[in-house]
């Protein structure tokens, strides 16, 4: 369940705000704050960016746009192969949507009603909420049938070995990690800052080992 609001939303009622169309389905205002919020909700890099003032709302609503294309593209692809939830899987999403309302309903010792429960946390109308999550089940369900539809042969297998053979065998990968949950934001935010600097220079050229020398306490990179 998201519970985070990282931009503002709108009203929950519908007024007819159309923001735009996507294969036919109109996207209302508070379904595109929706669709962002939920974003940078699930995109840690891309809330990063944020944070640290490397993109501003208007790269946000890109990747919101971008988002709601995707989506709608892929729903009407299951819907094409008629892929179609069972009554099984309908009651499992409204058990869900039953008991995350249980347990976040009371917010500052009050317990809020559902309309009020779902503009509250999502900027939308329940209707809208409980439309989405089932349509994203059955984006995720034709997903899944498609790719158990996909047989990879042996010589395709090959063919993919020769054609990345060089990036495979020839190059590696550090990964430097930094626990920052003991950090304030002041701190974590010096920090990408330092990721980014760093970044920079050795995209220009300079040696990447006198950085891990200079900033790593990893002793086994170090050797």
């Given at each position: 369940?998201i ?23 109109k996207v209302?205002?508070?379904m ?6 939920l974003?940078l909700?699930?995109?840690?890099t891309?809330a990063?960016y944020?944070y ?6 208007n790269?946000?609503?890109?990747a919101g ?6 989506y709608?593209f892929?729903l009407?692809?299951?819907r094409?192969?008629?892929?179609k ?5 309908i009651?499992?999403?409204?058990e ?6 249980k347990q976040y309903?009371?917010v500052?010792g009050k317990v809020l ?5 779902y503009?509250?946390y999502?900027?939308?109308?329940e ?5 989405f ?5 059955i984006v ?6 498609i790719?158990k539809e ?6 395709m ?5 020769d054609t ?7 190059y590696?990968l550090?990964?430097?990690?930094l626990d ?5 934001e002041?701190e974590?935010k010096a920090e990408?800052e330092?990721?980014?600097?760093i ?7 300079e040696?990447?080992?006198?950085y891990?020398?200079?900033y790593c306490d990893d002793?086994s990179?170090k050797?």
């Amino acid at each position: 369940m998201i519970l985070c609001i990282l931009l503002p939303s709108c009203n929950s009622k519908i007024k007819g705000d159309v923001i735009f169309k996507v294969e036919g389905e109109k996207v209302y205002e508070n379904m595109f704050v929706f669709f962002c919020n939920l974003l940078l909700n699930q995109d840690e890099t891309l809330a990063s960016y944020v944070y640290i003032d490397e993109m501003d709302e208007n790269d946000v609503k890109e990747a919101g746009l971008n988002f709601a294309k995707e989506y709608y593209f892929r729903l009407n692809e299951a819907r094409a192969y008629g892929t179609k939830l069972t009554k099984t899987e309908i009651k499992e999403l409204e058990e869900q949507f039953a008991s995350d309302y249980k347990q976040y309903k009371e917010v500052d010792g009050k317990v809020l009603e559902k309309e009020e429960f779902y503009d509250y946390y999502y900027g939308l109308t329940e209707d809208q909420y409980k439309e989405f999550w089932k349509n994203w089940a059955i984006v995720e369900k034709y997903t899944a049938a498609i790719e158990k539809e996909i047989e990879i042969t042996d010589e395709m297998q090959k063919k993919a070995y020769d054609t990345y053979y060089d990036y495979v065998c020839t190059y590696n990968l550090t990964m430097l990690t930094l626990d920052t949950s003991k950090m304030s934001e002041a701190e974590v935010k010096a920090e990408n800052e330092l990721a980014l600097q760093i970044k920079d220079a050795i995209q220009k050229g300079e040696k990447f080992e006198d950085y891990v020398e200079k900033y790593c306490d990893d002793k086994s990179l170090k050797e």
